[in-house]
Every structure is written in structure tokens, then in C-alpha cells.
């Protein structure tokens, strides 16, 4: 089945600053990649997703970019806030019945 | 509309108790999903059902698990006799369809002691 890693664990940033979390999966015939915030004491809330027929998506300061050859993705955030630190966690899917494979999740802290 | 809803928020048992965690996604959604979460081992698909129907409980870690989804607007995880180690953070998410973003609950935090 699907494997997704995710890499960093842990991130630390200045405010201001561009945080980039990487996460790699194992199935070819995945086509659906969404990302997740959690904030603490509450449940996962998606962000952005990006399915397999595009190769970057932007929301106002968040991006992710898909490179299916190389079978990873990324998250960007660009002019990092106090408000952004959380922890992400990003998925992949195969669609169809098959449910969304989770990474381990990356606790961002952005440092005013 | 109101989210996915879980209850209770937070729930503590002693061992050998059944404690039975409940969840109403959005309405129209027709996929659910229970996950649970642990330091240790991330979020783990417990079992998802489409259209109230059981599809893959592998995930359930022991017999002492079980869910059910009577109707498309509710749906139970049960643990029958519950232990320490199913302290955790159990989730419950509902998409529109499979292959879609999902939209969870704010969880249930379950201490077994």
C-alpha cells in the first residue's frame, strides 16, 4: 500500500521567513495530494491540495508543488506569521475507494 | 453548517470499561473516516465507511474495536474492554467523496489509566 514520508519532523523559522516541508510517497498511482494544518486542541483543517494533472498550485502565501516522476511534493510558505505555527501534515490518495495515506506531520514555529 | 461533530471532547475510563466515542459528519457527505492519533504513530486509519457501509476495517487494531454507521448522519466507535494503551486522540472526518479532501472533527482525547 501507499507510504508517505515526511520530512522535517520539527521546523523553526523567524517570522518573515519562507518555510518548506517535503514529503515523498511510494505509490505511483496516487493522484490526489492535500495538505492539513492542526492546531493545538483541534482536528486537522485542509489547506490546499493539488491532484496529479498540475504541477504547482497558490493560495495568497501558501504553494504546493508536485513532481510526479520523482514521486514528492511540497508545501511553501512564504512571509511566514506567528499565526502559521502549527503542525502540517500532508496526504496522498490513489482516489477511487482508497483513502488518504498520512505523513507524520512537520510542527512549524514561527519565531516573531 | 455546523462541521463534522465528535463527543464527548474528552473522556476518561478505567481499564476494562467500554467507552463508546460518537461522531455526525456533514450532512450530504457520504464518506466517513475514523482515525486515531498518537505521538508515536501519527494518524492512523482506523476504518471508513461510504454510503453507511463498512469498506476496510483493517486498521482496527484488535476485536476490542468495533464501529457502525446506522444512517448517514451518525456513526459510533466503540472500544469493549478498553486498556492504557488506546489512550489517544481519536478522530472522526467525513468527505463528499472518496478521493476528496476530508473535513474532520475536532476529536475526542481518550485517557484509559
Known amino acids: 500500500g501507499e507510504n508517505v514520508e515526511q520530512h522535517p519532523s520539527t521546523l523553526s523559522v523567524q517570522e518573515g521567513d519562507s518555510a518548506v516541508i517535503k514529503c515523498t510517497y511510494s505509490?505511483?498511482?496516487?493522484?490526489?495530494f492535500p495538505w492539513y494544518k492542526q492546531e493545538l486542541g483541534k482536528g486537522p483543517q485542509l489547506i490546499i491540495d493539488?491532484?496529479?494533472?498540475?504541477g504547482e498550485k497558490k493560495d495568497q502565501r501558501i504553494a504546493v508543488t508536485l513532481n510526479k516522476t520523482a514521486k514528492h511534493f511540497s508545501l511553501h510558505i512564504t512571509e511566514t506569521q506567528p499565526e502559521d505555527s502549527a503542525v502540517y501534515f500532508c496526504?496522498?490518495?490513489?482516489?477511487?475507494?482508497?483513502?488518504?495515506?498520512f505523513g507524520k506531520g512537520t510542527r512549524l514555529s514561527v519565531i516573531a | 453548517d455546523a462541521g463534522v461533530i465528535q463527543s464527548p471532547r474528552h473522556e476518561v475510563t478505567e481499564m476494562g470499561q467500554e467507552v463508546t466515542l460518537r461522531c455526525k459528519p456533514i450532512?450530504?457527505?457520504?464518506?466517513l473516516f475514523w482515525y486515531r492519533q498518537t505521538m508515536m504513530r501519527g494518524l492512523e486509519l482506523l476504518i471508513y465507511?461510504?454510503?453507511?457501509?463498512?469498506?476496510?476495517d483493517s486498521g482496527m487494531p484488535e476485536d476490542r474495536f468495533s464501529a457502525k454507521m446506522p444512517n448517514a448522519s451518525f456513526s459510533t466507535l466503540k472500544i469493549q474492554p478498553s486498556e492504557p494503551r488506546d489512550s489517544a486522540v481519536y478522530f472522526c472526518?467525513?468527505?463528499?467523496?472518496?478521493?476528496?479532501?476530508?473535513?474532520f472533527g475536532s476529536g475526542t482525547r481518550l485517557t484509559v489509566v
Open positions: 493539488i491532484r496529479s494533472n498540475v
Open positions: 465507511f461510504n454510503n453507511n457501509v463498512p469498506i476496510d
Open positions: 505509490d505511483s498511482a496516487s493522484n490526489y
Open positions: 496526504a496522498a490518495s490513489i482516489g477511487g475507494n482508497t483513502p488518504l495515506v
Open positions: 450532512s450530504g457527505h457520504n464518506s
Open positions: 472526518a467525513s468527505s463528499i467523496r472518496q478521493g476528496g479532501g476530508y473535513t
